[in-house]
């Protein structure tokens, strides 16, 4: 199993961006799809999930403010950010889950400038 982000960049405050992750190689269907973030000197947290029924849920800081959303078509999850801060710059990455596994992409830079 293979998942590549893409869209990351920098972006001024208040700004929007949209993630992109590409999944191959899995012979069977993710139960859940999420992307999480790591900021330099903290650990990596969880943003946003999809499940395979489509259910989302986010973290408290980016409620209202970041999308995530699947493509099935296109073996693609999406994470549309809007009125970026500061806060939320780091790295972003895509994980995939089925059953007790997870697969973790290589990550995509999100720098946010004041």
């Known amino acids: 199993v293979q998942l590549v982000e893409s869209g990351g960049g920098l972006v001024q405050a208040g700004g929007s961006l949209r993630l992109s992750c590409v999944y191959s190689g899995n012979e069977f269907t993710f139960d859940a799809l999420a992307w999480h973030r790591q900021a330099p000197g903290k650990e990596r947290e969880w943003v946003a999930t999809?499940?395979?029924?489509?259910?989302?849920q986010y973290t408290d800081s980016v409620e209202g403010r970041f999308t995530i959303s699947q493509d099935n078509a296109r073996n693609t999850v999406y994470l549309d950010m809007t009125n970026l801060n500061p806060d939320d710059a780091g790295v972003y990455y895509c994980?995939?889950?089925?059953?007790?596994?997870?697969?973790w992409g290589q990550g995509t830079q999100v720098s946010v400038s004041r």
């Open positions: 994980k995939a889950v089925h059953v007790v596994t997870s697969y």
């Open positions: 999809i499940g395979k029924r489509g259910g989302t």
